[in-house]
């Protein structure tokens, strides 16, 4: 869970006290997922991925893990999802989930709302099925990776970070 400090320089007046109690519960209420996925692995024992880059170290994972499904050789790939590099960011980065109207598949800067990682970490999703579906579930390191990705706010080409601030605490 996403956890915030509101800070504000005068908090004298009950205007302003009432405001930051209402800009608190809604950031609380916004940065709880919103699904009731459960059994989902932790992955914070993982050192996090600083430099990532999607076409070397994310494509990587689609190409081992998911390919065999989630590909458009001539026919319609799974949940309507093709995975194949010269696709797979455009169809994930704010993409509408098919099966969870409403749900973005990756929502930049919050993996904990993005419905990939949802799928890849959780045995039993908000809706459907883990992935891969019905083979063993991505490595941690794995999984860790994506959720680093999308934390970073799922760039496209590899990041260059030294220090960053406000990274989500893994589940």
Same mark, same amino acid.
């Given at each position: 869970?996403?956890?915030?400090?509101?800070?504000?320089?005068?908090?004298? &007046?009950?205007?302003?006290? +009432?405001? &930051?109690?209402?800009?608190?519960?809604?950031?609380?209420?916004?940065?709880?997922?919103?699904?009731?996925?459960?059994?989902?692995?932790?992955?914070?024992?993982?050192?996090?991925?600083?430099?990532?880059?999607?076409?070397?170290?994310?494509?990587?994972?689609?190409?081992?893990?998911?390919?065999?499904?989630?590909?458009?050789?001539?026919?319609?790939?799974?949940?309507?999802?093709?995975?194949?590099?010269?696709?797979?960011? /455009?169809?994930?980065?704010?993409?509408?989930?098919?099966?969870?109207?409403?749900?973005?598949?990756?929502?930049?800067?919050?993996?904990?709302?993005?419905?990939?990682?949802?799928?890849?970490?959780?045995?039993?999703?908000?809706?459907?099925?883990?992935?891969?579906?019905?083979? &063993? +579930?991505?490595?941690?390191?794995?999984?860790?990776?994506?959720?680093?990705?999308?934390?970073?706010?799922?760039?496209?080409?590899? &990041? /260059?970070?030294?220090?960053?601030?406000?990274?989500?605490?893994?589940?």
């Amino acid at each position: 869970m996403i956890t915030r400090t509101l800070r504000t320089r005068r908090p004298t &007046t009950p205007t302003s006290a +009432a405001a &930051t109690v209402l800009i608190a519960l809604a950031l609380a209420w916004a940065s709880t997922p919103v699904s009731a996925a459960s059994g989902c692995d932790s992955i914070a024992s993982i050192p996090i991925t600083w430099n990532i880059d999607y076409s070397l170290d994310i494509q990587e994972v689609f190409n081992n893990r998911c390919s065999n499904c989630h590909v458009d050789h001539g026919g319609s790939p799974s949940g309507d999802l093709d995975l194949d590099p010269e696709f797979s960011y /455009d169809n994930l980065v704010n993409g509408p989930s098919n099966e969870q109207p409403g749900r973005y598949l990756v929502v930049p800067g919050q993996p904990l709302d993005s419905v990939l990682f949802e799928k890849i970490n959780c045995e039993v999703p908000n809706f459907g099925l883990r992935m891969p579906r019905g083979r &063993t +579930a991505l490595p941690l390191a794995e999984q860790a990776l994506i959720f680093d990705w999308i934390m970073l706010g799922a760039p496209r080409l590899q &990041t /260059d970070f030294i220090l960053a601030n406000g990274f989500e605490s893994r589940p």
